[in-house]
């Protein structure tokens, strides 16, 4: 078949004169980040985070190192006391536990204030990091390490430290209720104690339930207008998931039984070591709310060296004390360093979140 000459009529027909002029192109979004990516890679705000994480690391360090001492100073004026070896690293097993159960539920906080997934190793590696920082003084380390680290899990600043408060309320609240209720049942092996402490628990535990319920049951967009800018929360639903208290809860039984072989270890009797295992959850908190000391060095250490003396005598007491606070410090070392090797493994890039979890 030949081909045929052009037309007129193979020409375009031109658009009517009174036709309206044809809106501009919208050119296309720029794509978003890649799943898993961290938010604000190679910005100014980064730079800031690599500038100040090894500030924050240093200084834990120098903080750590000075607990240390006042360690092996508060063991050499005390008496002489019989150690056993067995129940010191047995202590240990329930610390390294129970730093991975405080992880994980922070992680499913996240998971509630975000509404996405956490990339779940990733997040308890963090966590278990920022716990060295407990021993800069007034806490901020903790909170703030957090911060510097949260685009590795594909999170905000703004919502890891709004995460910080929520679990503040149920770590606290919690702790108070779990080491009370053991007080308790300790019965006559920590009478003084149980005695001084029963005059204010009753009303504390009520309170501390209320606050809980409320974080549990009661819609974020309920909350003042005020309160959700300070949380930069997303979406609806409550602030605290419900597994949250339980999983703190189970952390601190991980204190409770560590505290129960700390007393062990210098010769308490079990019904002693069980009856005073409370005293073990209590102090931590005392010693974490006491802000001007560095991880609660001193504070602690004192509420244990009285609440124990009655049931296994001074000496022990000081011993159990010291004994606990250099088990948790060793366990926060062997943390960091666990978590830096781990993130270093499973370094942020394209699909490996889905591989984290």
Avoid: N
């Avoid at 039984?257 to 308490?268: N, R, T």
Wanted: hydrophobic share 55%.
């Amino acid at each position: 078949m030949k081909d045929r000459p052009a037309s007129l009529a193979d020409l375009p027909a031109a658009p009517p004169t009174d036709a309206p002029p044809a809106p501009p192109a919208i050119p296309a979004a720029p794509p978003g980040p890649a799943p898993g990516a961290p938010l604000g890679a190679g910005g100014p705000l980064a730079r800031l985070r690599a500038a100040l994480r090894p500030v924050m690391l240093v200084a834990a360090a120098l903080f750590i190192g000075l607990a240390a001492r006042d360690l092996a100073r508060r063991w050499e004026s005390g008496e002489a006391i019989e150690v056993r070896p067995a129940f010191v690293a047995l202590s240990m097993v329930p610390l390294a536990l129970g730093a991975v159960v405080l992880g994980l539920a922070w992680a499913w906080l996240l998971e509630e204030l975000t509404g996405r997934p956490i990339p779940r190793w990733r997040a308890i590696a963090l966590h278990v990091e920022s716990q060295a920082a407990r021993y800069i003084p007034g806490k901020v380390g903790v909170p703030l390490i957090r911060m510097l680290g949260a685009p590795r899990i594909g999170t905000t600043g703004a919502v890891v430290g709004s995460s910080f408060a929520v679990e503040l309320v149920s770590f606290v609240a919690v702790g108070a209720i779990v080491g009370l209720g053991l007080l308790a049942a300790g019965g006559e092996q920590v009478a003084g104690a149980s005695a001084f402490i029963g005059r204010w628990s009753l009303p504390v535990l009520l309170a501390l339930g209320v606050v809980l319920v409320a974080l549990m049951t009661v819609d974020r967009a309920r909350a003042p207008a005020r309160v959700r800018r300070f949380l930069a929360t997303e979406g609806r639903g409550p602030l605290m998931p419900a597994r949250l208290p339980l999983a703190h809860a189970a952390y601190w039984l991980t204190w409770a039984a560590h505290g129960a072989c700390a007393a062990l270890a210098v010769g308490a009797t079990p019904a002693a070591a069980l009856g005073g295992s409370g005293l073990f959850v209590l102090a931590p908190i005392v010693g974490f709310l006491a802000l001007a000391t560095p991880g609660g060095i001193g504070v602690r250490e004192a509420l244990l060296s009285v609440g124990l003396a009655p049931a296994v005598g001074p000496a022990a007491a000081l011993g159990a004390a010291v004994i606990s606070r250099a088990t948790s410090l060793a366990v926060d070392v062997g943390g960091w360093l666990a978590a830096r090797l781990l993130t270093g493994r499973h370094a942020p890039h394209g699909g490996a979140e889905s591989r984290d979890r």
